[in-house]
């Protein structure tokens, strides 16, 4: 079956410190790969997203490109700030049949961010 | 533009008690609707999906069960709850076909 591996942190950076947050997925298919960011008290937020291998996806600063021989989705950000202080989701996004999709998550990644 | 709402956005319920939460999709016909369950510090666990009116597909057997009485309304319910209920539930929406999931606020629900 399909599985999403990502580093369980927590990671705590200072402002302005590159980010790094490793996914790797095991999937049967050709899936497309999800970053979704998860505020305290929130529900799931699309940060961005690819589709197919070496595709980028970007959004807000932040980056991930689809690595299909290394089975690897890393979202990276160059200058983080306090503001970017989450949970972090890596997802993959396989076809169910009848017309649905279905996500599988990584465990997430708490990153705090201090001034 | 779409929107998602669920509530209650918080509850406490005891143990055995019924259970009822609603999510409503806004700007979208026929959407595929999702519940989550996100337990404390672990991730995200799907529940149910609906492709259309009455159809529920289950994901993971246990005391819950979802219904979907109108295109655009999906409910998640129990006849009793049990303590291991507790978590955090995310109802979220696709397009038909679609691959990309958009989440509601959430509930969080925690049984004493």
């Known amino acids: 079956g399909n599985s999403v591996t990502q580093m369980e942190g927590p990671v705590t950076l200072s402002e302005e410190a590159f980010l790094t947050i490793n996914c790797t997925y095991t999937a049967t298919g050709y899936p497309s790969l999800f970053w979704y960011v998860q505020y305290p008290g929130e529900g799931l937020q699309l940060l961005l997203k690819?589709?197919?291998?070496?595709d980028k996806g970007s959004n807000k600063g932040f980056e991930a490109t689809y690595r299909k021989e290394t089975t690897s989705f890393h979202l990276e950000k160059g200058s983080v700030q306090v503001s970017d202080s989450a949970v972090y989701f890596c997802a993959l996004s396989d076809s169910s049949g009848a017309g649905s999709y279905q996500l599988t998550f990584g465990k997430g990644t708490k990153l705090s961010v201090i001034p | 533009s779409q929107t998602i709402h669920q509530w209650p956005a918080t509850l406490v319920q005891p143990v055995g008690s019924p259970l009822s939460l609603e999510c409503t999709v806004e700007?979208?016909?026929?959407?595929?609707l999702y519940w989550y369950r996100q337990a404390a510090g672990r991730g995200l666990q799907l529940l149910f999906y609906s492709v259309g009116i009455g159809q529920i597909s289950s994901e993971v057997p246990q005391n819950l069960s979802a219904s979907r009485p109108q295109d655009r309304q999906f409910i998640l319910s129990s006849k009793k709850l049990l303590l291991s209920d507790s978590g955090f539930y995310l109802c979220a929406w696709s397009l038909q076909g679609g691959e990309t999931q958009y989440f509601g606020p959430g509930t969080r629900l925690l049984v004493l």
């Open positions: 700007g979208t016909s026929n959407p595929n």
């Open positions: 690819a589709t197919k291998a070496d």
